[in-house]
């Protein structure tokens, strides 16, 4: 039963992620973006992570994709322009050779995916310990990086009002 979940969330992951970037309503994509998350977080359940489950739903599937919603709809696009699927080449091209490297990670992995883990892995104390230790300098860069987009679309947003 375990297996026929996990192939159904990692099908609906893919298939909501192809659908990301196939459609041209920037307010669809968004919509698909959360379910691919959902789905995520699915397989991290399967593989008893709850707290990075619960993260994904809580922090990617919520907040962040609140924000791309809010950008989206502060930039003002208009869904009747953007009706339809659009498939370039180059991107099925790309989409088929990260399916190819992501099956071969996969395969390489093999036994080690069944090993038991540490019991300290995974603990919540320990990856805040090394969120905020050891990778404190990427974590607010990233912060950085979602400040200067937000920042970038008021400005964007704020010159087409102008004109």
């Not at 996990?6 to 196939?22: E, H, K, N, P, R």
């Not at 968004?30 to 789905?39: D, V």
């Amino acid at each position: 039963m375990e297996a026929l979940v996990f192939w159904i969330a990692a099908a609906a992951m893919v298939g909501f992620t192809l659908l990301t970037i196939a459609v041209r309503s920037p307010v669809y994509s968004a919509c698909f973006m959360i379910l691919s998350f959902a789905a995520t977080a699915a397989l991290f359940v399967l593989l008893d992570a709850y707290l990075i489950a619960a993260v994904e739903v809580l922090v990617y599937a919520g907040a962040i994709m609140v924000l791309f919603l809010f950008v989206i709809m502060l930039v003002n696009l208009r869904d009747s322009e953007q009706e339809g699927l659009r498939l370039n080449p180059l991107m099925v091209l790309a989409a088929g050779t990260f399916l190819a490297l992501m099956t071969r990670a996969v395969q390489d992995l093999g036994p080690a995916v069944g090993s038991q883990p540490n019991a300290l892995e995974g603990s919540p104390g320990l990856l805040a310990d090394t969120l905020f230790t050891r990778y404190v300098v990427p974590f607010e860069a990233v912060s950085l990086l979602l400040l200067a987009a937000i920042l970038g679309t008021v400005v964007l947003a704020r010159r087409k009002e102008d004109a």
